[in-house]
């Protein structure tokens, strides 16, 4: 255990220099703003960034990752409470309290409460993946050649259940990811795979390409396909964080927290069933349940807190075991793997230090949204005001720009570009895009 804190001190400290400091606020505000945009999301903030970090040094990139993916769902608690949308799915249990609240000139106090929420339970998160990580990932070393074909088996089934509420859908995308994993030469002997004499294709597909395709120019054109726009509730009262109200509801932060922990532990389940959970739990042993839904303070922290702590939660089997529990966690493992950190069980031998570089980065992601929350609020609403049609160029070129600047090959443009429409049209279907990704790391 001393050995332990030993070496979190060490990774904290390696990251108190300016240039490493900016990068983590820069992750986080890009995640914050993702969340507060409705129709962006974790996934896209992550995919994104993902494609603009990949010259830096790894453990910057991954540091503007997890503060991007603590940002954004942060962030999307937002417009659930201005606007009655959630900014991410994991904001939706957020939406009833919150707007209540809002509309009852309260707008500020369910703001504060957010940021409370959010900074207390992703602590607790972060102590849960400093403690339970290095345990599960001991109990992983044990494995055998027989325990490692069926972990790889189950992370291949969890792609029905990463997103979404038909298995069969993401078995599907599992498979077609996992095929697309095949295209180009193979590895032995160089044979290529499914190119039909298309040069291009013997590199097989890159994995920058069909992330910011499936991910950013999908919702780009599914954000389009949606021209519906609300107005936000002003902002009356003070948007300062109630820590008062947190050893107030004491038992729900706790219960929550523990709640959204548990959940990220579980592979498939997502941030918003953490939130769904704790809300159903607060609900259930709260002695003014009519209140749930009408403007309920204990609601809303519940919600927040459950969604905030399932993040670590998630972190924790996708460095112990490779398995992603949702889909920001999929494209973070893809973004760790193509910064040269392998996930799973033999982390702890080859990169020992790596896990508590990472609890040590998602600390400071928490002191980021605290200090957001602190100072950025009134002048972040702001986004709120861009129109679309305005935006969306923006993402696409991003979208477009990221993709080529891996590997400067005008090809991952045109993957990015078949891929995204494919997971437009894919998504109108149903069919979600995580397991697609899972599938190609996988493979």
């Not at 070129?397 to 997971?423: E, N």
């Amino acid at each position: 255990m001393l050995q332990g804190l030993a070496d979190y001190g060490a990774a904290f400290a390696g990251l108190m220099n300016p240039w490493t400091l900016l990068y983590g606020l820069g992750g986080a505000f890009v995640g914050i703003v993702m969340g507060i945009l409705p129709g962006l999301s974790a996934t896209l903030a992550i995919a994104l960034l993902t494609t603009l970090t990949i010259k830096l040094q790894p453990n910057q990139a991954i540091l503007v990752l997890i503060c991007s993916y603590v940002g954004a769902l942060y962030g999307g608690s937002r417009t659930a409470i201005l606007l009655n949308i959630p900014g991410t799915a994991a904001n939706a249990a957020s939406c009833a309290d919150g707007y209540a609240l809002a509309k009852q000139g309260q707008a500020g106090r369910a703001i504060g409460i957010a940021t409370s929420g959010a900074f207390v339970s992703t602590l607790f998160g972060v102590l849960c993946l400093a403690t339970l990580t290095p345990v599960l990932s001991e109990v992983a070393l044990s494995f055998g050649a027989y325990e490692f074909f069926w972990l790889a088996l189950f992370g291949v089934t969890t792609s029905g259940s990463i997103v979404g509420n038909d298995p069969l859908k993401g078995w599907l995308m599992g498979l077609l990811g996992l095929f697309l994993a095949q295209v180009g030469q193979e590895g032995l002997y160089a044979y290529d795979r499914f190119t039909f004499g298309w040069g291009e294709l013997s590199g097989g597909i890159a994995l920058i390409p069909a992330l910011v395709g499936a991910f950013g120019l999908a919702e780009v054109l599914t954000t389009l396909a949606d021209p519906v726009e609300r107005r936000i509730v002003e902002l009356r009262d003070s948007v300062l964080p109630r820590f008062r109200e947190i050893f107030q509801y004491w038992r729900t932060v706790l219960r929550s927290g523990v709640i959204g922990v548990f959940t990220g532990l579980l592979p498939g389940v997502g941030e918003d069933a953490g939130a769904w959970m704790s809300y159903a739990a607060a609900k259930a042993v709260s002695k003014e349940k009519d209140k749930f839904g009408k403007g309920s303070i204990d609601g809303l922290m519940a919600a927040e807190t459950g969604d905030m702590s399932s993040i670590p939660g998630h972190i924790i089997p996708c460095l112990a075991l490779g398995i992603p529990g949702s889909a920001p966690s999929a494209v973070l493992m893809a973004a760790m793997i193509i910064h040269g950190i392998q996930p799973g069980p033999m982390l702890m031998i080859q990169n020992p230090h790596f896990v508590y570089q990472v609890v040590a980065m998602t600390t400071l992601a928490t002191i980021t949204i605290l200090l957001f929350g602190l100072f950025g609020v009134r002048p972040l609403l702001h986004v709120l005001r861009v129109r679309r049609h305005i935006l969306m160029p923006i993402v696409f070129l991003l979208c477009t720009v990221g993709a080529f600047a891996t590997a400067s090959r005008l090809f991952d443009i045109y993957v990015m570009l078949a891929i995204g429409v494919g997971a437009f049209l894919l998504r109108r279907r149903g069919y979600e895009m995580a397991p697609l990704v899972l599938g190609l790391v996988l493979g």
